[in-house]
């Protein structure tokens, strides 16, 4: 059984990234729940891409309402441009600009991050989280 906190010989182990509405948002399963398009693939605990090619998503499917809901990520390294993608589109709005709050599609739809610039470096993404607001 995997059990989080003060181990025996005192080494904490904290808990999985809450992300919120987003299974696996922090990645500590590898890529566990998130289907992507392309070449992501699993980091320590993030998502990486070589960012070569625009259009490279990590996303997981929703049944939304028309609630508002906020999506946020964390961008640990790279510098390709990376957007929220929301209602199965790409929302024009960089993770680095922080969170982002949608009105949701109100049906099935695909929610994550795409690459919308290539980079010269890598890039590494991290905590994904959707909530309704």
Known sequence: MLS???????DYVPPP????MFAN??????????LQYNTWTAGTDNAVNPATGTNQIIYQNFTL???????SCDYLEGDA???YF???ADSGVDVNSGSYT???AGGAVSIGVLIT???TVQSVVDSLKLERV
């Open 4 to 10: 989080f906190g003060l181990l025996a010989r005192g």
């Open 117 to 119: 610039n290539v980079g």
């Open 25 to 34: 948002g922090g990645f500590e399963n590898g890529l566990d729940g998130w």
């Open 17 to 20: 990234f809450d992300g919120g």
């Open 102 to 104: 949608f009105a949701g």
């Open 81 to 83: 441009t990376i957007n």
């Open 65 to 71: 309402g028309t609630d508002n809901y906020t999506i």
């Open 86 to 88: 929301v209602n199965d």
